[in-house]
């Protein structure tokens, strides 16, 4: 995710955003269809072809709405995302809590040690940790491998998860089952069972809901037709414009196909949040963070933040 640094005003404005590196080509591009236009128009008599600026006029304005209704419905699935993780935040807080606080030897267990018993709450912590990054991975399409190298899971246990389907759904259930055989072991007081099982469930219910988001992606006619809609706009511009303002044709194309090519990059970019784009939601950013607060809570070494670098969190 693009993470804006302070600037002046005039700086922000001559370096400022992402969306230029994605759409120059098409803007040079048709520029510098309007300066040969331009130049036939204006140098060779002969050939003295324009069309009025009214269809420009007529089709301008539903663009434009078709652009921000394009573009709005692209935030909504990003915002959406960032609820969803902002909700894993909190869940994952609540869980680890109620693991470190709800496990405890019942009067009738028959191990009693302290010890024991955190050293069974550190691994399901854990196991907790590695859903939390295995989700992002999976999300990401990104390789499992990393959980091995984080030292979250062992290579033994990945070579079995990856034949999994579904990975973090995987290391859910063996979250599950270490509930059960803490209940099992009597360290669990039957009443505090469902709501650490309310904590599984609203897991399950946020990462469902990340994948609706990533398995639905804005349907592909839609985005084929903006973009034709856009480069025909910009394209036949310069017709419309060389008869009434001559020589400055080419520099208000410059701008206009600036705005409408930027805006149709923009959409495209913030309309899959789980990407690796520079707008994207900073997965690693708020898994790492999640990660932060779970071992500080077991009395481990905090992983350093993901810290920006040249403006971009992933």
């Known amino acids: 995710m693009f993470v804006q640094r302070k600037r002046t005003w005039i700086a922000t404005v001559l370096f400022g955003g992402v969306a230029l590196p994605h759409v120059w080509r098409r803007v040079l591009t048709v520029t510098a269809i309007s300066v040969a236009v331009t130049v036939l128009y204006l140098r060779v008599p002969a050939v003295h072809y324009s069309i009025t600026t009214t269809p420009f006029t007529l089709i301008g304005v539903p663009l434009g709405i078709f652009l921000g209704f394009r573009n709005n419905t692209a935030y909504d699935r990003f915002w959406e995302g960032r609820k969803l993780w902002g909700g894993l ?72 998860l990856k034949k999994e389907p579904n990975v973090p759904i995987a290391i859910l259930f063996k979250l599950g089952e270490q509930i059960r055989d803490a209940r099992r072991k009597q360290w669990i007081h039957a009443y505090h069972v469902p709501v650490i099982e309310q904590s599984l469930v609203s897991l399950t219910d946020l990462q469902g ?22 480069a025909v706009y910009c394209g036949l511009l310069p017709f ?22 930027g805006l ?5 970019e913030v309309e899959e949040p789980f990407g690796l784009d520079p707008n994207d939601l900073p997965l690693t950013s708020i898994s790492r963070s999640i990660e932060q607060n779970a071992r500080a809570r077991i009395g481990e070494p905090v992983p350093p933040a993901t810290k920006a670098k040249r403006g971009v969190l992933s």
């Not at 419309?240 to 090519?261: D, N, Q, R």
């Not at 149709?264 to 495209?268: I, K, L, R």
């Open 89 to 160: 935040v909190n869940t994952a807080r609540s869980l680890t809590r109620q693991i470190l606080t709800l496990i405890e030897p019942q009067p009738e267990a028959e191990e009693q040690s302290p010890e024991v018993v955190h050293a069974y709450e550190v691994a399901v912590v854990h196991t907790l940790i590695a859903y939390i990054h295995a989700l992002r991975i999976h999300l990401r399409g990104e390789s499992f491998d990393a959980l091995v190298t984080d030292g979250l899971v062992a290579e033994g246990e990945l070579a079995r």
């Open 209 to 230: 809901a990340c994948e609706r988001i990533k398995s639905t992606p804005t349907p592909y006619s839609y985005s084929v037709l903006m973009h034709r809609i856009v």
């Open 240 to 261: 419309g414009l060389a008869e009434s303002i001559g020589w400055v044709t080419p520099v208000v194309v410059l701008f206009i196909s600036y705005a409408l090519f």
């Open 264 to 268: 149709d990059a923009v959409g495209d």
